[in-house]
């Protein structure tokens, strides 16, 4: 998987390529999908969620060059696989899942695997986790039509934001939104394809 799918696609990051390495993707997959659990490709994950496909989750992680001690907040915990990633390169990692069967089976998923220091909130997550903040980065993993203004609140000076914004039913693209003193940026890096960003009634 590290090398077909992602040295091969340009991800180069050695802490990026180190964690994906390091953790069993099959511990986050159903019951039943197994055998494809290091394929090229989303899996579903139960209540109309997926978990990402491997290069999706690498190249969010490589783009916020993760580094031991950095905060890093996640939205849309899932199954817990990104959150883990983050986790084995040494980041302090903060994840939000509004599903809380997700949120519980990714608890489990992440105590299975050897990641119970991930901290797990069971919310809506365009609230961010204000306590906690601010965050030296943060990554968004459902399509929101906006960026949510508290994550950028929530996000430090010098710091990075990767997420999908767009439509869930036409195409989306992956933005970078980067902080600095004066004012907040925000690039387009490819299109995607993400499950939608729900908001709690
Ligand atoms: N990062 C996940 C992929 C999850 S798919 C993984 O590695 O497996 C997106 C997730 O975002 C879903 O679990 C969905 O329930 C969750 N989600 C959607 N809207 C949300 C919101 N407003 N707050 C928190 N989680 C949300």
Redesign the pocket.
Known sequence: MVQLQLERRGISDPATLEAMAQVPRHL?VPPGYQERAYSDT?LP?G??????QPYI?AFMTQTIRPAPGMKVL????????????LAATGARVY?????PE?AQS?RENLARSGYAGVRLRE????FGWPEEAPFDAI????A?PFVPPPLIKQLKVGGKMIIPVGSPFLVQTLMLVEKDERRTRSRSLMPVR???????E
């Open positions: 986050f989303p994950i209540h109309g969620q997926t978990i990402s989750v996640e939205i849309g915990t899932g199954s817990g696989y990104q959150a883990a990633v994840s939000i899942e509004i599903i997700l990714a919310a809506d997550g365009y990554l968004v993993t459902a929101a993400f499950v939608p960003f729900r908001r709690s």
